[in-house]
């Protein structure tokens, strides 16, 4: 699995993530796209259980983005990825 911005890793059932979009990981189009290919690519492999995301920025995460809203939004739009407003 090629992604511009995430490097990823398997062990077993087990995908690593490191998240590397400079600068400080900005949620922007391309890093959304990543993820959401990801994600589907997980769902549709029964081998997948879980996915670990680190990121490759010791300073940040992701920025502009409320992680503990992910399971939130998922739920009101469950085919797609909530893209938050940065205005």
Do not use: W
């Not at 994600?39 to 992701?62: L, M, N, R, T, W």
């Amino acid at each position: 699995m090629v992604l511009a911005t995430l490097k990823v890793r398997r062990e077993g059932g087990v995908l690593f993530v490191e998240i590397s979009a400079p600068p400080m990981n900005l949620l922007g189009p391309e890093l959304v796209r990543d993820l959401v290919s990801l994600i589907q690519q997980a769902e549709a492999d029964d081998a997948c259980q879980v996915i670990v995301f680190k990121s490759g920025d010791p300073d940040y995460f992701i920025s502009h983005v409320d992680v503990t809203r992910i399971k939130e939004n998922r739920k009101r739009r469950p085919n797609s990825m909530v893209i938050p407003r940065l205005d």
